[in-house]
């Protein structure tokens, strides 16, 4: 059972503890509400924060937009009738890096649990601002953890300079794929295509 995020502590006296968005929201890190979240904000963000803090191949960054996407197309892949709710979670769930950048996993093990419940109630108030639960159902978490490793060995593999049999074992067995899914999600795309595509996919999933 995952333990629920630990409350808010207050900023010393005089620091500033929110981030200005160009929407003109200002999100506040240990307090934020869902009222100051936009999805604008959210696709700008992820489009130009790097994955592999940008020890990629290509000639641009490979964003967490682009990541988002190769996700959700793994998910749907694997489980073609998976609701809108489902496919809304994992379209977002890096979605707090719009606010606090991609993390290696080295270095978040390194931080530990502070990281982690400031992840937590930034993903809690995005979810709660487009109608998902704050806290997911267990089976949805375990496919977003599974399609998210799987992007992993792929983006590991094709861009990030992993040898196969070091990629299986830090994200699991090779995910199966179409050429299709391979030519489409893993060269990087230039920001502004990112940010195009992630709001896009945003916009036609929460029409339904």
């Given at each position: 059972?995952?333990?629920?995020?630990?409350?808010?502590?207050?900023?010393?006296?005089?620091?500033?503890?929110?981030?200005?968005?160009?929407?003109?929201?200002?999100?506040?890190?240990?307090?934020?509400?869902?009222?100051?979240?936009?999805?604008?904000?959210?696709?700008?963000?992820?489009?130009?924060?790097?994955?592999?803090?940008?020890?990629?191949?290509?000639?641009?960054?490979?964003?967490?937009?682009q990541h988002a996407l190769l996700v959700e197309a793994l998910a749907r892949a694997k489980v073609p009738r998976l609701d809108r709710i489902g496919r809304l979670a994992l379209l977002l769930h890096d979605a707090p890096e719009y606010v606090i950048g991609d993390m290696i996993s080295p270095f978040k093990a390194v931080i530990g649990d502070s990281y982690k419940a400031v992840e937590k109630r930034l993903l809690a108030a995005i979810h709660l601002r487009f109608g998902l639960p704050p806290k997911l159902p267990e089976r949805l978490q375990d496919l977003i953890k599974a399609a998210d490793r799987s992007a992993a060995y792929l983006e590991a593999t094709r861009l990030a300079g992993f040898a196969e049999d070091e990629a299986r074992k830090f994200f699991g067995p090779p995910p199966k794929f179409s050429a299709a899914l391979e030519r489409d999600y893993l060269s990087p795309w230039p920001a502004g295509t990112a940010q195009a595509r992630f709001r896009e996919r945003f916009e036609k999933l929460l029409r339904g």
């Open positions: 059972m995952t333990a629920p995020p630990k409350p808010a502590r207050r900023a010393k006296s005089g620091t500033r503890a929110w981030q200005r968005m160009l929407s003109g929201r200002r999100l506040d890190l240990l307090d934020p509400s869902p009222l100051d979240v936009e999805l604008e904000d959210i696709a700008h963000g992820l489009a130009r924060v790097a994955r592999w803090n940008g020890q990629t191949q290509g000639a641009h960054i490979f964003s967490v937009a």
